[in-house]
């Protein structure tokens, strides 16, 4: 969440800002998700729902749409934004991982939530992408560059 704050300083005004303070607050409710394992509350308790996933999914569609296809790994930089916006998304993975830790550890996590976690870190590669003009601007890893033969 804090993240997609310092990515916004760079957004204002921009398309991708509202998208990035719809996210800011659906964090939270994913926060009070995770913090509340399904159980005998769960009638009570804030969830992610799969409504939320699939929008995601619309909106990678949606993004992506304007992007060229990649033909090499898009290391994290190029404009302000889309260097936070891939921290972002490094940290969301991290969030993804640790939480599927926990549900592999036995305990109860909600579905939907794991997946929001994943489809909101390709959300957030694609977000890069657009703030890096369209892609145009990606830093692309050239492999084996800085070799000696």
């Given at each position: 969440?804090?993240?997609?704050?310092?990515?916004?300083?760079?957004?204002?005004?921009?398309?991708?800002?509202?998208?990035?303070?719809?996210?800011?607050?659906?964090?939270?409710?994913?926060?009070?998700?995770?913090?509340?394992?399904?159980?005998?509350?769960?009638?009570?308790?804030?969830?992610?729902?799969?409504?939320?996933?699939?929008?995601?999914?619309?909106?990678?569609?949606?993004?992506?749409?304007?992007?060229?296809?990649?033909?090499?790994?898009?290391?994290?930089?190029?404009?302000?934004a889309a260097a936070h916006l891939h921290l972002a998304r490094t940290v969301a993975r991290r969030a993804e991982r640790r939480a599927v830790a926990l549900a592999g550890s036995g305990q109860p996590v909600s579905g939907p939530a794991l997946r929001y976690l994943n489809r909101l870190s390709d959300l957030l590669f694609v977000a890069a992408r657009v703030a890096n003009d369209q892609g145009r601007a990606d830093v692309l890893w050239k492999a084996g560059a800085t070799r000696e033969t």
């Open positions: 969440n804090a993240c997609l704050g310092l990515a916004r300083l760079h957004t204002a005004g921009a398309a991708l800002d509202p998208l990035l303070a719809r996210l800011q607050n659906e964090l939270f409710d994913l926060g009070a998700d995770l913090a509340t394992p399904p159980g005998p509350a769960e009638d009570r308790a804030l969830r992610i729902l799969d409504s939320q996933v699939a929008r995601l999914e619309a909106e990678i569609d949606a993004l992506n749409e304007g992007l060229g296809e990649l033909t090499s790994f898009v290391l994290p930089g190029g404009s302000p």
